[in-house]
C-alpha cells in the first residue's frame, strides 16, 4: 500500500503561480510511476498530469504549457509547478502513484488532496 500526502495548496489571483508538492510512502517500490488529478466544484477527478520513470511525462490539455511535472525517485516525491493560474484552475488537487504502460493506471489510495483557489 502507498501512502500519499499533498501539500502546497493555496489561494492566488489569476496569474499568479503555486507550487504543489507530494510525498508518498509505503510500498513505493511497486509504482512506476506520479501524477496529479484534480476536482473542480461539481466536476470530476480529472488526471492532470504524470510522471514516469525517467522524463516521461504526459500533460492533459489543461496543464499544457502553464504546468510543470517533476519528481524525485530519492524523495518518493512529485511536484506540480503551476504558473499563469486562471479561475478554472480552481480545485481540489490530489496525487496519485500507479503504473504507466500503455496507460496510467492509479494504484494507490487517494490523498487528502490541497485545495488550489484562484481569483479573477
Known amino acids: 500500500q502507498v501512502h500519499l500526502v499533498e501539500s502546497g495548496g493555496g489561494s492566488v489571483q489569476a496569474g499568479g503561480s503555486l507550487r504543489l508538492a507530494c510525498v508518498a510512502s509505503g510500498s513505493t517500490s511497486i509504482i512506476n510511476a506520479m501524477a496529479w488529478y484534480r476536482q473542480g466544484p461539481g466536476k470530476q477527478r480529472q488526471l492532470v498530469a504524470v510522471?514516469?520513470?525517467?522524463?516521461?511525462?504526459l500533460y492533459t490539455d489543461s496543464a499544457k504549457g502553464r504546468f510543470t511535472i517533476s519528481r524525485d525517485k530519492t524523495k518518493n516525491a512529485v511536484y506540480l509547478q503551476m504558473n499563469s493560474l486562471k479561475p478554472e484552475d480552481t480545485a481540489v488537487y490530489y496525487c496519485s502513484a500507479g503504473l504507466w504502460a500503455a496507460n496510467y493506471v492509479p494504484t494507490s489510495r487517494w490523498g487528502q488532496g490541497t485545495q488550489v483557489t484562484v481569483s479573477s
Open positions: 510522471h514516469g520513470d525517467g522524463e516521461r511525462r
